[in-house]
């Protein structure tokens, strides 16, 4: 006898009209067999966490942690590692790096915890209204976390060459805090479009996020780093030492992020399911 597929209901938290917290179910097809659905009680993607179930939080957290740590390692290391001599490392490469490098994660764990991996895209969602104020810490400590230990082992394995690949203005802070605030309006506008198309673009959020990442780099990297997220600015300067000009990669992305949102707001209006969907992880 072959087992047929069934059908699974999956639940996650909305807002209503009203701004409170509601549960929505959806129905989709499942190719899991009916004996091994029977067995387990309910079935679960991989990579998936139910965002009610707040006993999985500390995937979510892992997710964000190892999210922001991988980033923080490709986009400080390539620095680093061009730093040694070695050769074969050019501007470009450094820049495209951890744009392909969020690209997959978001691919990865995008269901586990939203796929921020970013202090400013989560100010962003929550200030949307997408995710909840009780999850933003957790996520940023997370975030540098995952930042700061990037950093750590490249210090371990390199000492302080390159700076570490800490972003530094290379035109004046002032300058630097426009470009930064420019760059994070151009990345979050794209992360909060896709993420109000998350039905019709679903994963593939990800080529437009990793897309504007790369851009931004290759055209805005001699001026500020093109860095976008505090928390990947943050972990090279607190493990080398260099919080001179950390000012300038926490004000930017913030002033960015707020920009985003209030043009989100003209443009789209009132957030989307979607977009709540997407922002949580589900």
Known sequence: MHDVPTRVEEKGPFHDD?????VASAVRPSSTPASRTAASGRARNNFFTDPEDLSQEWRRL???????????????????????GAGGNGKAAQVVAPA????????????VSGAHFNPAVTLAFTLRGDFPWTRVPGYWAAQIAGAIVAAAVLRAMFGTIGHLGATMPNAGDTRAVIVEALLTLLLITVIIGTAAGH???????????GGVIALDGLFASPISGASMNPARSLGPDLVGGMMSTYWVYLLGPLIGALAAVG???????RA???ERQAAIGS
């Open 199 to 209: 039905k019709l673009v679903g994963h593939n959020a990800a080529l437009a996020s």
């Open 263 to 269: 043009l989100a707001t003209a443009l789209d209006g």
């Open 18 to 22: 009203n701004g409170g917290w509601v």
């Open 272 to 274: 989307s399911r979607n």
């Open 62 to 84: 892992l997710a964000e942690f190892f999210g922001t740590f991988a980033l923080t390692l490709v986009a400080a290391g390539g620095a680093v590692f061009a730093a040694t």
């Open 100 to 111: 392909l490098l969020v690209m997959a994660m978001i691919y990865t764990v995008g269901d």
